[in-house]
Structure formats: C-alpha cells, structure tokens
C-alpha cells in the first residue's frame, strides 16, 4: 500500500521553464515531507524538506508548497537548467520510516 | 569520505546463494537504515538501527532477510537463499540523531542482480 501518491511519472520542460510535481499522502500523522533528487547510479539526495506548520519554504531555484487540509504538497522547479535533469522523489514520515512516492522523472531540454 | 558507503557497488549472485551487502555510515551517525529499491520505484524501508540495536525491521520482506550493526557503525545486510525478486538496489542512509524526522544520508546502493 502506497502512502504517498506522485504525479506525473515522468515531465520535460524547456530550459529556464517550471517544473511542477505533485505528492498526495492520506496518513495525517505525517509531520514531515522531504524532497530528494536521484541520478542514475547515485543513492537520493535531500533537496528541501518542509513540516507541516510551514505553507512554502524556498531555497534558490526550489520551493515546496503545502496545504495540510488538502494532504497534498508539490515541489516546483523554477529556472529549470539541464543539470536538474534527474529523478524527484517525494516522502512523508511521522518518526524515522520514510515512505516514498513512485518519483518523476524530469528532462529539461536544452 | 565524508558521505555513506556502500560496498560491493554491483553484485550478482546465483538463485540460492547467500549474500552481504556491506554499509559505512556517516562517522558519528546514530542512525542507520536500509532501503530496497525496485527499478523503477521509490525506496521501500526495510530496517532501522539505533546505535547497534535494531529497534524495527518490520520492512524486511521475509526470515531470509537478516541486518546487523554489532559495534553501531558498520551494517551489513545479509540475504539467505537469495531469489530473483530480490533483484533490486539495496540503499543504506544514516542520519546523526536518533530523533524523528532527521535528514537521512544515502549512499549510493549495492545493485543486486540474482541470476
């Protein structure tokens, strides 16, 4: 069982566009909900984590936003540049066990 | 080095033999977790160190599954009787605290190809 749903499986987008991806979880007890990046052969790297006391939080070209009634929260990429051209993953946790979405696959087109 | 490591990188093994999957935490890290990823698919937790005690491991697919961390550094984890659905990359991360919601490490996986 899922506990975390991601859309889309996979987007491209043009140099300098934004990229948008979108997490859902059911389990209200998550409190936490960090965003990796993952390139191929490398393990997941924390990009941006946010709590759910925070509506948006921001760091250079990444910004998560939450909305805590909705149980959804999306990771948006402005600028988009080649180099970000990797696997995104989203993830939820309430103590020490993160739980993963299926992660999207983002090629920025030069 | 500074980060998680994971040895071997690659390991292919035939169906039924045993294997051991080696990880090196962050030096200091309390915590130690292991991860199976399917292609395709997000991490899936499989267990969680304490220091050396494994508090849960209530991810570990069966009783072939078996994870260690005697001296509460070095993990292995060790698979009995290997099958092909264990063909995954196997990720190991560690995080300095033994608190909830602390930022995890990864290393950079054993890919486990079972022939």
């Known amino acids: 069982q899922q506990q975390v749903k991601q859309s889309p499986q996979s987007l491209i987008v043009q140099k300098g566009g934004i990229s948008i991806i979108n997490c859902a979880y059911e389990?209200?007890?998550?409190?936490?909900f960090p965003w990796y990046q993952q390139f191929p052969g490398k393990g997941p790297a924390l990009l941006i984590a946010?709590?759910?006391?925070?509506s948006e939080k921001k760091e250079g070209r990444f910004t998560i936003s939450f909305n805590k009634s909705a149980k959804q929260f999306s990771l948006h990429i402005m600028d988009s540049q080649p180099g970000d051209s990797a696997t995104y993953f989203c993830?939820?946790?309430?103590?020490?066990?993160?739980?993963f979405g299926a992660g999207t696959t983002v090629t920025v087109r030069a | 080095g500074a980060g998680v490591s994971q040895s071997p990188r690659y390991k292919v093994a035939k169906r039924g033999q045993d294997v051991a999957l080696r990880c090196d935490p962050i030096?200091?890290?309390?915590?130690l977790f292991w991860y199976q990823q399917a292609l395709g698919q997000g991490p899936e937790f499989l267990t969680y160190?304490?220091?050396?005690?494994?508090?849960?491991k209530s991810g570990l697919p069966s009783d072939r599954f078996f994870a260690e961390r005697p001296e509460g550094s070095v993990s292995t984890l060790k698979i009995q009787r290997t099958q092909q659905e264990d063909s995954a990359v196997y990720l190991c991360?560690?995080?300095?605290?033994?608190?909830?919601?602390?930022?995890?490490?990864f290393g950079d996986g054993t890919r486990l190809s079972i022939l």
């Open positions: 991360a560690s995080s300095l605290w033994g608190e909830a919601n602390q930022p995890q490490h």
């Open positions: 160190f304490q220091n050396e005690a494994q508090l849960d």
């Open positions: 946010i709590r759910p006391d925070v």
């Open positions: 389990n209200t007890a998550f409190d936490y």
């Open positions: 030096s200091g890290h309390v915590s």
């Open positions: 993830a939820a946790s309430n103590d020490y066990k993160l739980s």
